[in-house]
């Protein structure tokens, strides 16, 4: 993989949790929910972490 640049928009969309699982389509490889917590050890595009936990309070042992 080659270390360059990437161009991102992060939309966050808000909704109460209906049930189910999160299913990709052509657009991603994968979709999931994650906890805070469980964003914490991942390697996250810019402030993607930062947003999620302004928008969703910090978690206590969230912090990265």
């Given amino acids: 993989a080659e270390n360059h640049a990437v161009d991102y928009l992060l ?14 389509n052509d657009d991603a490889e994968t979709a999931a929910f994650y906890t805070l917590a469980e964003m914490a050890g991942m390697p996250l595009a ?3 972490f930062s947003v999620a936990e302004a928008l969703l309070g910090p978690a206590l ?3 990265r």
């Fill in 46 to 48: 810019g402030d993607v």
């Fill in 11 to 24: 939309t966050v969309f808000g909704a109460a949790y209906a049930g189910g699982e999160p299913e990709a």
């Fill in 61 to 63: 042992g969230a912090r």
